[in-house]
C-alpha cells in the first residue's frame, strides 16, 4: 500500500513540529514549512527522516499565493498526491488595537487566515478528482470567544472557524472532510512571554490545572485525519475544559 502524504505548515516548532512527528512515525511522506526559522525546520526534518519517511521543506511565506503555488507543485512532483492539509501556520499580536499599526493587522490576517486560503485553494482540486482528503485547520479559543488585547488574533481565528464550517460543507457531497482544532493554552513558545505570577493565574483558570501538550493537539489531528467521513465541519475545542 503506497504511503499518504501530509502537509504541515508552520511546523518549525510547538504544535506544528508535534503534528509533522506523529505523522512520520505513522509513515506518512511529509511536507514542512515555515516563514523563516531554517534551522528549526532542518532540525524538525531530521527527525521526521529519522523515521523512515521522506520529508521535503519548504521556506516561505504561506500567506503569498506565488510561495505556495510552488510549494504544491514540488509536493506533486514529488509525492504525487496530497491526502492531508494541515493548515497550522500562525502568529499572534499583544497589544491594544489603537496601538496595532496597518502593517501588523495584514500580517496576522495574511499569516492566520489567507494562509489557510491559500493552500485549500490549490488542494481541493485534487481531492475532489479523487474524492477523498483531509483538512484539519489549527485554531483557537480565542476565535471562538475573544480575547482582550488580542482583537486581530480572535479575528483571523473567528475566520478560520467560519471558513472551516464552510468548506465542509461546500466539499461534504466529494467526500472530503474539514475540520478545525481549537486549542486552549498550550505548552509552547507562543505562551512562554508570560511571568509566573501569570502563569499560574492562567492555571487556576483551567480546570485541567496545566497547559495542553502539542503532542496531545498531534493526536487529535492524527485522529481527523483517519477514515470517519462523517466528521466534518466541526470546531473541536482542545483546552482542558477552559471555555
Same mark, same amino acid.
Given at each position: 500500500?503506497?504511503?499518504?502524504?501530509?502537509?504541515?505548515?508552520?511546523?518549525?516548532?510547538g504544535? /506544528?513540529?508535534?503534528?509533522?512527528?506523529?505523522?512520520?512515525?505513522?509513515?506518512?511522506?511529509?511536507?514542512?514549512?515555515? =516563514?523563516?526559522?531554517e534551522?528549526?525546520? #532542518?532540525?524538525?526534518k531530521?527527525?521526521?527522516?529519522?523515521?523512515?519517511?521522506?520529508?521535503?521543506?519548504?521556506?516561505?511565506?504561506?500567506?503569498? #499565493?506565488?510561495?505556495?503555488?510552488? #510549494?504544491?507543485s514540488?509536493?506533486?512532483?514529488?509525492?504525487?498526491?496530497?491526502?492531508?492539509l494541515?493548515?497550522?501556520?500562525?502568529v499572534?499580536?499583544?497589544?491594544?488595537?489603537?496601538?496595532m499599526?496597518?502593517?501588523?493587522?495584514?500580517? =496576522?490576517?495574511?499569516? *492566520?487566515?489567507?494562509?489557510?486560503?491559500?493552500?485549500?485553494?490549490?488542494?481541493?482540486?485534487? #481531492?475532489?478528482?479523487?474524492?477523498?482528503?483531509?483538512?484539519? *485547520?489549527?485554531?483557537?479559543?480565542?476565535?471562538s470567544?475573544?480575547?482582550?488585547c488580542?482583537?486581530?488574533?480572535?479575528?483571523?481565528k /473567528?475566520g478560520?472557524?467560519a471558513?472551516?464550517?464552510?468548506l465542509?460543507?461546500?466539499?461534504?457531497?466529494? *467526500? =472530503?472532510?474539514?475540520?478545525?482544532?481549537?486549542?486552549?493554552a498550550m505548552?509552547?513558545e507562543m505562551?512562554?512571554?508570560l511571568?509566573?505570577?501569570?502563569?499560574?493565574s492562567?492555571?487556576?483558570?483551567?480546570p485541567?490545572?496545566?497547559?495542553?501538550?502539542?503532542?496531545?493537539?498531534a493526536?487529535?489531528?492524527?485522529?481527523?485525519?483517519?477514515?470517519?467521513?462523517y466528521?466534518? /465541519?466541526?470546531? =473541536?475545542?482542545?483546552?482542558?475544559?477552559w471555555i
Amino acid at each position: 500500500m503506497p504511503r499518504k502524504t501530509v502537509l504541515i505548515t508552520g511546523a518549525s516548532r510547538g504544535i /506544528g513540529k508535534a503534528i509533522a512527528v506523529k505523522f512520520a512515525r505513522e509513515q506518512y511522506n511529509i511536507a514542512i514549512s515555515c =516563514i523563516s526559522r531554517e534551522p528549526s525546520l #532542518m532540525e524538525v526534518k531530521e527527525e521526521i527522516q529519522s523515521c523512515g519517511v521522506p520529508c521535503l521543506t519548504f521556506l516561505g511565506d504561506a500567506g503569498n #499565493m506565488e510561495h505556495c503555488t510552488t #510549494m504544491f507543485s514540488q509536493i506533486k512532483n514529488r509525492f504525487g498526491t496530497l491526502d492531508v492539509l494541515v493548515n497550522n501556520a500562525g502568529v499572534s499580536y499583544i497589544g491594544l488595537l489603537q496601538d496595532m499599526t496597518s502593517e501588523d493587522w495584514d500580517r =496576522i490576517i495574511r499569516t *492566520n487566515l489567507t494562509s489557510v486560503f491559500n493552500c485549500c485553494k490549490l488542494a481541493v482540486p485534487d #481531492m475532489v478528482s479523487r474524492k477523498q482528503g483531509k483538512i484539519i *485547520n489549527i485554531s483557537s479559543v480565542w476565535g471562538s470567544t475573544g480575547a482582550s488585547c488580542e482583537a486581530a488574533y480572535s479575528a483571523s481565528k /473567528g475566520g478560520v472557524n467560519a471558513f472551516t464550517k464552510a468548506l465542509a460543507k461546500e466539499l461534504a457531497p466529494s *467526500n =472530503i472532510q474539514v475540520n478545525a482544532v481549537a486549542c486552549g493554552a498550550m505548552d509552547t513558545e507562543m505562551n512562554r512571554f508570560l511571568s509566573e505570577d501569570e502563569m499560574a493565574s492562567l492555571l487556576d483558570e483551567i480546570p485541567s490545572g496545566r497547559l495542553g501538550r502539542p503532542e496531545e493537539a498531534a493526536d487529535l489531528v492524527y485522529y481527523l485525519a483517519l477514515e470517519n467521513s462523517y466528521l466534518t /465541519g466541526q470546531v =473541536i475545542g482542545l483546552d482542558g475544559g477552559w471555555i
